[in-house]
Nanobody, 124 residues
Framework: QVQLVESGGGLVQAGGSLRLSCAAS????????MGWFRQAPGKEREFVAA????????YYTDSVKGRFTISRDNAKNTVYLQMNSLKPEDTAVYYC?????????????????WGQGTQVTVSS
């Protein structure tokens, strides 16, 4: 069983940057595809980005393309989300998630393991 813990959230002004980290424990992330999701107040949880185990292929929702970068350091058992040019509409709780390959990276129901989330607030 893999446990995920997010960190790096906080309050930042519009145009600023944050780097979120997702550290895994319990077992390695070997074989897991990883995703970041976010949930704003009153809204459903939405896909942000994903990175595969094999070849580290990456996927992004359109609203963050060119601004966010997902990466993984398998030696450190950690996944990152670098967020640049942040906007107020990026404000949400950000969740890290892991799945064994399903081929569907955009659907939250494809992920088996979730972290507790970290709050990101972008002020205008």
């Amino acid at each position: 069983q893999v446990q995920l813990v997010e960190s790096g959230g906080g309050l930042v002004q519009a145009g600023g940057s944050l780097r979120l980290s997702c550290a895994a424990s319990g077992r390695t992330l070997s074989g897991y595809d990883m995703g970041w999701f976010r949930q704003a107040p009153g809204k459903e949880r939405e896909f942000v980005a994903a990175i595969t185990w094999y070849f580290s292929n990456t996927y992004y929702t359109d609203s963050v393309k060119g601004r966010f970068t997902i990466s993984r350091d398998n030696a450190k058992n950690t996944v990152y989300l670098q967020m640049n040019s942040l906007k107020p509409e990026d404000t949400a709780v950000y969740y890290c998630a892991a799945q064994v390959y399903s081929g569907d990276y955009y659907n939250s129901r494809s992920y088996n393991h979730w972290g507790q989330g970290t709050q990101v607030t972008v002020s205008s």
